[in-house]
């Protein structure tokens, strides 16, 4: 007999949740560009109050070689361990609806057995929609608004707001996986994946949030008070434009995206892609590796270190 990939259940609070809530994923693995994943757990986690409803067994599904824990070593002796979760949990948006929350890593291992517990769960909850949200790094500009490739069953949402609709092999995440069997099933799911500045793609990009929060809510009915990442936002443009300006070349790369952003938004004839460049080439990961690098390291010789808002890995 297999080990349960259920691990514990708080039974008073999975009796009391309501029927037809939606359920918002999170789960961190393939790419987090912006940081649109990690934001948004701890957005979530500070703004919804939410209760752990199922616990999946993360012993089971991480592989901790890969995704170390963090421990505390204070002075003398280990404290304040903190290993990895997978949950459901039951949150409340900005007027107190309630909605399902499924975060954490995504597994590493057994996919299909989890997927197939959450899908129980979508069916036992009778969940009425299930959406998601990572970001792609690409070569499009942060001085225009983050636009979106949405996927799933939700036509008013492809129609409205999928501005790229590319057809390729990719490799899978979670996530994908979770909303190619909801959309078999007939449920009702939408995905946002963002495209991300790919100069910015290595710092928390508050307008990745902004641009998730926003999906959401329009599939959803939630309701998300976005004032403080507004802010954020204006701060973090505010430091990027200063940078770019104090550098030609990187103030010359912006210029070409935005050129190219907008030819395609205006649907020129000419433009088949925001990825698409002069010689109708789509630029390679390494390309947009190397160009990523080649921005840090300018940021890094004018003095301030800052790389926009921080340069993290």
Same mark, same amino acid.
Not at 123 to 148: K, L, Q, Y
Not at 157 to 169: A, M, N
């Given at each position: 007999?297999?080990?349960?990939?259920?691990?514990?259940?708080?039974?008073?609070?999975?009796?009391?949740?309501?029927?037809?809530?939606?359920?918002?994923?999170?789960?961190?693995?393939?790419?987090?560009?912006?940081?649109?994943?990690?934001?948004?757990?701890?957005?979530?986690?500070?703004?919804?109050?939410?209760?752990?409803?199922?616990?999946?067994?993360?012993?089971?599904?991480?592989?901790?070689?890969?995704?170390?824990?963090?421990?505390?070593?204070?002075?003398?002796?280990?404290?304040?361990?903190?290993?990895?979760?997978?949950?459901?949990?039951?949150?409340?948006?900005?007027?107190?609806?309630?909605?399902?929350?499924?975060?954490?890593?995504?597994?590493?291992?057994?996919?299909?057995?989890?997927?197939?517990?959450?899908?129980?769960?979508?069916?036992?909850?009778?969940?009425?929609?299930?959406?998601?949200?990572?970001?792609?790094?690409?070569?499009?500009?942060?001085?225009?608004?983050?636009?979106?490739?949405?996927?799933?069953?939700?036509?008013?949402?492809?129609?409205?707001?999928?501005?790229?609709?590319?057809?390729?092999?990719?490799?899978?995440?979670?996530?994908?996986?979770?909303?190619?069997?909801?959309?078999?099933?007939?449920?009702?799911?939408?995905?946002?994946?963002?495209?991300?500045?790919?100069?910015?793609?290595?710092?928390?990009?508050?307008?990745?949030?902004? /641009?998730?929060?926003?999906?959401?809510?329009?599939?959803?009915?939630?309701?998300?008070?976005?004032?403080?990442?507004?802010?954020?936002?204006?701060?973090?443009?505010?430091?990027?434009?200063?940078?770019?300006?104090?550098?030609?070349?990187?103030?010359?790369?912006?210029?070409?995206?935005?050129?190219?952003?907008?030819?395609?938004?205006?649907?020129?004839?000419?433009?088949?892609?925001?990825?698409?460049?002069?010689?109708?080439?789509?630029?390679? /990961?390494?390309?947009?590796?190397?160009?990523?690098?080649?921005?840090?390291?300018?940021?890094?010789?004018?003095?301030?270190?800052?790389?926009?808002?921080?340069?993290?890995?």
């Amino acid at each position: 007999m297999s080990d349960p990939i259920i691990s514990s259940v708080n039974a008073e609070l999975h009796e009391a949740v309501p029927k037809g809530l939606p359920m918002v994923v999170a789960l961190g693995g393939l790419s987090d560009a912006g940081g649109v994943i990690s934001q948004l757990r701890e957005f979530l986690r500070e703004r919804s109050e939410p209760e752990e409803v199922v616990r999946f067994n993360a012993d089971l599904l991480l592989d901790y070689r890969s995704r170390r824990p963090l421990i505390t070593f204070h002075e003398d002796h280990f404290a304040d361990y903190t290993p990895e979760t997978l949950t459901l949990e039951l949150a409340t948006d900005e007027l107190g609806s309630p909605f399902l929350l499924l975060s954490g890593f995504e597994p590493d291992f057994r996919w299909d057995q989890f997927i197939d517990a959450v899908l129980l769960l979508v069916d036992e909850f009778e969940v009425s929609t299930t959406v998601w949200s990572h970001a792609i790094p690409m070569p499009v500009p942060h001085t225009r608004p983050i636009r979106a490739t949405v996927s799933g069953s939700r036509e008013d949402l492809i129609e409205g707001r999928s501005v790229w609709k590319p057809t390729s092999k990719l490799p899978a995440s979670i996530s994908h996986v979770l909303e190619y069997r909801l959309h078999g099933l007939g449920e009702d799911v939408a995905g946002f994946a963002l495209l991300v500045p790919h100069y910015l793609a290595n710092t928390e990009f508050p307008d990745a949030l902004l /641009a998730t929060l926003d999906g959401f809510m329009a599939a959803t009915g939630l309701l998300f008070d976005t004032n403080e990442i507004s802010e954020l936002s204006r701060e973090f443009h505010l430091q990027v434009d200063r940078q770019i300006e104090e550098n030609d070349e990187s103030l010359e790369m912006v210029r070409g995206l935005e050129l190219r952003y907008d030819a395609y938004m205006a649907e020129e004839p000419t433009s088949n892609s925001p990825l698409v460049g002069d010689d109708g080439t789509i630029p390679t /990961a390494d390309q947009l590796a190397s160009e990523l690098e080649r921005f840090l390291a300018q940021q890094r010789e004018n003095g301030d270190g800052t790389a926009a808002s921080g340069e993290t890995r």
